[in-house]
């Protein structure tokens, strides 16, 4: 089973990933439902983000980055261990 890199999916919702990379994440994407699901999901949140930031104050942006940092750091961790 392949695991996604969380910071290569958002690269990719920009539209900044190379060729392999895109190859990696459909091989993934098609490896089951959920991964399926999940790429939905977050390419579904990738496109709303822009509408999002306009809707929130500068505060609650700062809060929600402390939030993403907070679980990419945990998804690090995870990965040494």
């Known amino acids: 089973m392949l695991k996604i890199d969380y910071i290569l999916l ?3 919702f920009r539209g900044e990933t190379s060729e392999g990379e895109n190859t990696t994440i ?6 089951s439902i959920t991964n399926s699901l999940t790429y939905k999901r977050l390419q579904n949140v990738s496109k ?3 509408s999002i930031e306009k809707k929130i104050s500068k505060e609650e ?3 929600w980055k402390k ?6 750091d945990e998804e690090v961790d995870s990965s040494i261990y």
Request: hydrophobic share 50%; net charge positive.
């Open 48 to 50: 709303s983000e822009h």
């Open 67 to 72: 939030i993403i940092t907070k679980i990419l």
């Open 10 to 12: 958002a690269r990719h």
């Open 26 to 31: 459909n091989l993934w994407k098609n490896e």
């Open 61 to 63: 942006a700062v809060i």
